[in-house]
């Protein structure tokens, strides 16, 4: 398979313990050419929800579980001194921002409180994380492969409004479009540093997060997360800056 070829030197996953996250983890940590490093990052590494992940780091020397909560700007900044320490220099080769939350509330329900929850979450906190995996010094994304990756959804897609009857969840796909204008920034912004930046559509999956309701997801995680390796294995240059879903087909603004 061409994934034989994929090699990530090192790899950072942001809200590491549960759903596409921890399915990152494993699925790179089970390549045919692991990274040398996988920095698991999330909010309570030693806690109840991080069994799993516990359990992993145990098995596989090459997996570092960082503790990270991403609307913390402090947090942020000592999850960054911990990879650059790990890394001694050589710099992280690619970021997944994967840490997100939602609401479900409609147009009538929605609050400020939860509009801005979700906006930090979803919205600044991967402006934050990019800003400091760039800043640290023996950190920033390096070598040619260098990439930021933000776990964006189709339900912010202004075209699409994805899965509408389903799920209102207002704040999210506000959140995941004002995500998307994220990513085009960043590409812009780091086209010079050679950095590839792209919003990734995971699919409607069977997580915590996408399950609740009457109709089950049709994507189990593991389906999803080949998809996006294999997606992320081919991508080059040209698409810096787009919006793509687990397939790698593009998805509309």
Same mark, same amino acid.
């Given at each position: 398979?061409?994934?034989?070829?994929?090699?990530?030197?090192?790899?950072?996953?942001?809200?590491?313990?549960?759903?596409?996250?921890?399915?990152?983890?494993?699925?790179?940590?089970?390549?045919?050419?692991?990274?040398?490093?996988?920095?698991?990052?999330?909010?309570?590494?030693?806690?109840?929800?991080? @069994?799993?992940?516990?359990?992993?780091?145990?098995?596989?020397?090459?997996?570092?579980?960082?503790?990270?909560?991403?609307?913390?700007?402090?947090?942020?900044?000592?999850?960054?001194?911990?990879?650059?320490?790990?890394?001694?220099?050589?710099?992280?080769?690619?970021?997944?921002?994967?840490?997100?939350?939602?609401?479900?509330?409609?147009?009538?329900?929605?609050?400020?409180?939860?509009?801005?929850?979700?906006?930090?979450?979803?919205?600044?906190?991967?402006?934050?994380?990019?800003?400091?995996? @760039?800043?640290?010094?023996?950190?920033?994304?390096?070598?040619?492969?260098?990439?930021?990756?933000?776990?964006?959804?189709?339900?912010?897609?202004?075209?699409?409004?994805?899965?509408?009857?389903?799920?209102?969840?207002?704040?999210?796909?506000?959140?995941?479009?004002?995500?998307?204008?994220?990513?085009?920034?960043?590409?812009?912004?780091?086209?010079?540093?050679?950095?590839?930046?792209?919003?990734?559509?995971?699919?409607?999956? @069977?997580?915590?997060?996408?399950?609740?309701?009457?109709?089950?997801?049709?994507?189990?995680?593991?389906?999803?997360?080949?998809?996006?390796?294999?997606?992320?294995?081919?991508?080059?240059?040209?698409?810096?800056?787009?919006?793509?879903?687990?397939?790698?087909?593009?998805?509309?603004?």
């Amino acid at each position: 398979s061409d994934m034989g070829e994929f090699h990530v030197r090192s790899v950072l996953v942001t809200g590491a313990n549960r759903g596409i996250g921890l399915g990152l983890v494993q699925h790179f940590l089970g390549l045919p050419k692991p990274p040398e490093w996988v920095f698991a990052g999330c909010r309570d590494p030693k806690g109840q929800r991080a @069994q799993e992940l516990q359990k992993l780091a145990s098995k596989y020397p090459n997996l570092v579980i960082i503790p990270l909560e991403v609307t913390d700007p402090a947090s942020i900044k000592a999850a960054a001194a911990k990879v650059g320490e790990q890394l001694g220099g050589s710099g992280l080769n690619l970021l997944i921002n994967n840490a997100g939350i939602a609401k479900p509330k409609s147009i009538d329900t929605e609050t400020l409180e939860d509009m801005t929850q979700v906006y930090t979450t979803n919205t600044a906190a991967p402006l934050l994380v990019s800003q400091a995996a @760039q800043g640290t010094p023996g950190s920033a994304l390096s070598c040619s492969k260098a990439a930021i990756v933000n776990m964006s959804s189709s339900a912010g897609s202004i075209e699409e409004v994805y899965l509408w009857q389903q799920s209102l969840v207002v704040s999210y796909r506000c959140s995941k479009a004002a995500l998307n204008m994220l990513t085009k920034c960043q590409s812009l912004g780091y086209r010079e540093h050679g950095i590839l930046c792209v919003a990734l559509h995971p699919g409607w999956v @069977q997580t915590d997060m996408g399950g609740g309701g009457s109709q089950k997801p049709p994507l189990t995680v593991d389906d999803s997360v080949r998809g996006m390796l294999k997606v992320l294995s081919s991508l080059s240059e040209k698409d810096t800056g787009t919006f793509l879903n687990w397939e790698g087909k593009v998805v509309p603004w």
